[in-house]
C-alpha cells in the first residue's frame, strides 16, 4: 500500500483544514490509519487513528476537541479535519499504517508529509 498526505496549507489561528490522505488500493478495512504530526525542533508524534475493522477513532488529548478523522472507504480516503487551530499545530502532517500504535519506531507504512502553518 501506498499512502498520500495533502490539503496542508497556510492557515490563521482561529481556522480550519481538512486533510486528505489517499490510498493505493482498497486497504481501508485492513489496516489502522493514523495521523502524525512533526514540528520544527521536535520529535514526530501520534495525532489520531481509525481503526481498519470497525472504524473506531482515537485522538491525542491536546485535539481531541479540535480534530476529527473520518474515512470514506468506497474513496480509499482518511480525512483530518482540525477547526480552531492554533500557532502550535504548525507542523508536517503525516499519514501512515499501524496507525493507532503511538509508538513512531513502529515499522508502517508512512506517506508523504504535507505542511501546515498556522500563522497570522
Known amino acids: 500500500v501506498q499512502l498520500q498526505a495533502s490539503g496542508g496549507g497556510l492557515v490563521q489561528p482561529g481556522g480550519s483544514l481538512r486533510l486528505s490522505c489517499a490510498a493505493s488500493?482498497?486497504?481501508?478495512?485492513?489496516?489502522?490509519i493514523g495521523w502524525f504530526r512533526q514540528a520544527p525542533g521536535k520529535e514526530r508524534e501520534w495525532v489520531s487513528c481509525i481503526t481498519g475493522r470497525d472504524g473506531k477513532t482515537y485522538y491525542e488529548t491536546s485535539v481531541e476537541d479540535r480534530f476529527t478523522i473520518s474515512r470514506d472507504k468506497s474513496k480509499n480516503m482518511v480525512y483530518l479535519q482540525m477547526n480552531l487551530l492554533k500557532p502550535e499545530h504548525t507542523a508536517v502532517y503525516y499519514c501512515?499504517?499501524?496507525?493507532?500504535?503511538?509508538?513512531?519506531?513502529?515499522?508502517?507504512?508512512w506517506g508523504r508529509g504535507t505542511q501546515v502553518t498556522v500563522s497570522s
Open positions: 488500493e482498497s486497504t481501508l478495512e485492513s489496516y489502522n
Open positions: 501512515a499504517t499501524e496507525g493507532c500504535d503511538e509508538r513512531i519506531t513502529v515499522e508502517r507504512v
